[in-house]
């Protein structure tokens, strides 16, 4: 069965990085689109990014662009999310998605705080 999980959350202080990590199993990674959303306190899930199967092409939102990095790794089935300059904005619990499947991973917490 398809499983996604999330690695890597955790306290940083602002204008510091995290690499969250999202493990996949039970489908074909290679060819799949993978995406991250992130949900704040009493806030909607809002898309991060995304990253393409073919060519490996990103997209941003731009509350984020500049500063995140989306990448996989298809010999790992891992997708990755490098988050650079944090913001204190950027609190939120960050879930790894797979479209094609409409399956979330369990997400994990990201507190940006000095």
């Known amino acids: 069965q398809v499983q996604l999980v999330e690695s890597g959350g955790g306290l940083v202080q602002p204008g510091g990085s995290l690499r969250l990590s999202c493990a996949a199993s039970?489908?074909?990674?290679?060819?799949?689109?993978m995406r991250w959303y992130r949900q704040a306190p009493g806030k909607e899930r809002e898309l991060v990014g995304g990253?393409?199967?073919?060519?490996?092409?990103?997209n941003y939102a731009d509350s984020v662009k500049g500063r995140f990095t989306i990448s996989r790794d298809n010999g790992k089935n891992t997708v990755y999310l490098q988050m650079n300059s944090l913001k204190s904005e950027d609190t939120a619990v960050y879930y790894c998605?797979?479209?094609?499947?409409?399956?979330w991973g369990q997400g994990t917490q990201v507190t940006v705080s000095s």
């Open positions: 039970g489908f074909t990674f290679s060819t799949a689109t």
């Open positions: 998605y797979c479209p094609r499947f409409n399956f």
């Open positions: 990253i393409g199967a073919v060519g490996g092409m990103t």
